[in-house]
Structures are given as C-alpha cells and as structure tokens.
C-alpha cells in the first residue's frame, strides 16, 4: 500500500514562509518521481514542483521558479517543499504525488496524497 502524507499546511501573511513535507514509505522501485501539485477553489489541478529519484534532478513550473525547492530526505524517506514570498495567488490545497510506474515521469502521477491546506492572506 502506497502512502503519501502532507503536513505543513497553513495560514500565513502575503511574503511569508512555509515547509510542506511528504511522508512516504520506502519505495522498491529505483525509478520514480515525486512531484507537488496545488488546487485552488474552482481551478484545475496543477503541477508546481517535482524531484527525481535518480539523480534529484528538480523540475518547476513558472509558477513556482525562484521562490520554491523542492527536496528530498533520503534517511527519512521525506520530500519537502519549501515555499517563499507565498502570496493570496498560492493559496491552494497542496497535493504529494508519485509516478511509481518506473517511466518516472514528472506530470503524469499514479499515487496522491490527500492533500494540505495552504492559506494566504492577511
């Protein structure tokens, strides 16, 4: 059973801070991906941050570039995502995804997490 667990969530002012983390278990396969989505109330998902598990080669959509990281804790089998500058425009719930399948693909999941609220607003 698969397990992806986001904490970090919460409200916080316009310019601030947050660490999101995913709680995963560790996985067998040597190729997958592990990637950040958010979803704001009536838009689509979208994809934000995603790290690989080769090489922690890290992708990031415009959104997301120069004021998020996305990282990875080998010995506690832990992703984060540190977010700064946040502003209202942030203001989605996160969602942890794995592409388990081995193509290791970045925006092409087939596991989630249920997901942590993230606030903006002052």
């Known amino acids: 059973q698969v397990q992806l667990v986001e904490s970090g969530g919460g409200l916080v002012q316009p310019g601030g801070s947050l660490r999101l983390s995913c709680a995963t278990a560790?996985?067998?396969?040597?190729?997958?991906?592990i990637a950040w989505y958010r979803q704001a109330p009536g838009k689509e998902r979208e994809g934000v941050a995603c790290?690989?598990?080769?090489?922690?080669?890290?992708y990031y959509k415009d959104s997301a570039k120069g004021r998020f990281t996305i990282s990875r804790d080998n010995a506690n089998d832990t992703f984060y995502l540190q977010m700064n500058y946040l502003q209202p425009e942030d203001t989605a719930v996160y969602f942890c995804?794995?592409?388990?399948?081995?193509?290791?693909?970045?925006?092409?999941?087939?596991?989630w997490g249920q997901g942590t609220q993230v606030t903006v607003s002052s």
């Open positions: 560790r996985f067998t396969n040597r190729y997958y991906t």
């Open positions: 790290i690989r598990s080769d090489d922690s080669t890290t």
């Open positions: 995804a794995a592409d388990l399948t081995g193509w290791a693909s970045c925006w092409a999941p087939n596991y």
